[in-house]
């Protein structure tokens, strides 16, 4: 297991950049991949990137060209890199180990 921990969140401006960090532990870090879903009020949650073992990655739609998620093994954490904020992308961050999920940080995108 990883037990994901998120920090990060917060509010900030249209147009304004954030990032996220997912910190792991326990010796399983390495070999899960990692996902960053978001679940704004009233809506689903949806993926919004992912990250394999071997440093691959994939995007929800809405968020490619802004978003990049990384890694770092050594250090068991994971990020999630935020440009071009817009007021669609409030919402709580869920970093996802496999089926374990942490405990949420909120992202308020506002003027």
């Known amino acids: 297991q990883v037990h994901p921990v998120e920090s990060g969140g917060g509010l900030v401006q249209p147009g304004g950049s954030l990032t996220l960090s997912c910190a792991g532990s326990?010796?399983?870090?390495?070999?899960?991949?990692m996902s960053w879903y978001r679940q704004a009020p009233g809506k689903q949650r949806d993926m919004v990137a992912y990250i394999t073992t071997n440093f691959a990655t994939n995007y929800a739609d809405s968020v490619k060209g802004r978003f990049t998620i990384s890694r770092d093994n050594a250090k068991k954490t994971v990020y999630l890199q935020m440009n071009n904020l817009q007021p669609e992308d409030t919402a709580v961050y869920y970093c996802?180990?496999?089926?374990?999920w942490g405990q949420g940080t909120q992202v308020t995108v506002s003027s």
């Open positions: 996802v180990a496999l089926s374990e």
């Open positions: 326990g010796p399983d870090f390495s070999i899960t991949p």
